[in-house]
């Protein structure tokens, strides 16, 4: 049997002109391993994880970083079984596999023995993007979350991971880690609320961002205000900001089942691209 693991291998600076063709290839769909890759500069250890290759006739095909998610890039499906064979040997030390669901769900199948079962699995998550100003109004009373503003979004961003993760960003470090996340998003001006009477009853965040595109996250409705149309106004108040002022392409990943949601992201101008799919630990 061909040993696939020989073909990967632990990528450095001299490697980085490789990983920006590979990246360069798809940037939308890439943005978060691009904006990585950008903020690590010419030295790959600060990453915050490693970077596989996976070489196919005599250049490099294929990426996978690997930090506190184990994130597949233009996986062709022999990159897919030497990524997940390498992942398999070294031991699961991630949170989180996700990207492209053709990539992630046979390394998911290949990983569930060992590191199964999985604490939630989002087998289909639209992958959307946008690229021409929000089709709707945007919502006037959404803007940029000042520092002095940092507790309201801290504990607005708690209640909404969760939510959303099932589990407390404070299990681990009392929220030291997760409230230094949520400060530099408000130092780089990507955090954005309605705040009303001292309470954030929206917000979103550009999570990560590059020259060609950014990505919106964190997207949260205070539950009581739920059902109060808050929601597209919000989020294409945060891609008309995004849009003039940060990269050409807006995009955003969302959970299938969410309908409201995803009705939601289609009001405002999001189109599908892609699907991708998580599986969470």
Sequence with gaps: M????????????????????????????????DARVRAAGSDLRRLGGQMWGFDEDGQLASLCYAGANLVPVAATPAAVAA???????????????????????????ALTPAWGPARGVRAAQPFLTMRQQPTVAVDPSVRRVRMDELDLLYRASVAF?????????????????????????VSRGHAFARIEKGEV????????????AFQIQGVWVRPDRRGEGLSRPGVAAVAAVGLGEV?????LYVNDFNVPARRAYAGVGFKPATTFMTVLF
């Design 2 to 33: 061909l040993d696939t693991t020989a073909q990967v291998r632990l990528l450095r600076a001299g490697d980085l002109a490789a990983i920006r063709r590979v990246l360069d290839a798809d940037p939308v769909t890439n943005v978060f391993v």
């Design 83 to 109: 990524f997940g064979d390498r992942a398999l040997r070294l031991g699961r030390h991630c949170s989180s596999v996700w990207g492209p669901r053709e990539a992630v769900a046979p390394m998911w199948e």
């Design 161 to 185: 991971f969760r939510e959303e993760l099932g589990v407390s960003p404070e299990a681990r470090d009392g929220g030291a880690f997760y409230r230094a996340r949520i400060a530099d998003l």
């Design 201 to 212: 009853v929206f917000k979103a965040e550009i999570g990560v961002a590059t020259p060609h």
């Design 247 to 251: 990269a050409p392409v807006a995009t």
